[in-house]
């Protein structure tokens, strides 16, 4: 992914509120499952890291993504944004490496 892909999904993810809250629990199978299918119909979502939750939201971010197949856009504060194009009916047109669409 490049800086202006990356650029472009960050502005897309301001507006977004996140969708999964991650816990205590931390990363549970049931989690990873959650997020596979909501990155399925949305391809960029955001999580939220609760206070209760004691490990890195970096470290959570990249165990989600390596598990997902996606790829962490940003992690800010206890925000996490994830992507992954979905190949069959893409609706996020992401510039080219050029940041042309």
Not at 20 to 30: A, D, L, Q, Y
Not at 33 to 60: F, H, Q, Y
Not at 82 to 92: A, F, G, T, W
Request: glycine share 2%; charged share 35%.
């Amino acid at each position: 992914m490049t800086s202006k892909q990356r650029a472009y999904l960050k502005s897309l993810a301001m507006e977004m509120e996140p969708i999964i809250n991650i816990g205590k629990s931390s990363v549970t199978p049931e989690l990873v499952t959650a997020v596979d299918e909501a990155i399925n119909k949305r391809e960029l979502i955001k999580l939220s890291v609760l206070k209760n939750c004691i490990d890195d939201p970096k470290e959570i971010a990249n165990l989600i993504a390596e598990r997902t197949h996606s790829e962490v856009v940003q992690v800010i504060g206890k925000k996490i944004v994830l992507y992954r194009r979905n190949k069959d009916k893409s609706k996020i047109q992401l510039p080219d490496a050029k940041g042309k669409k």
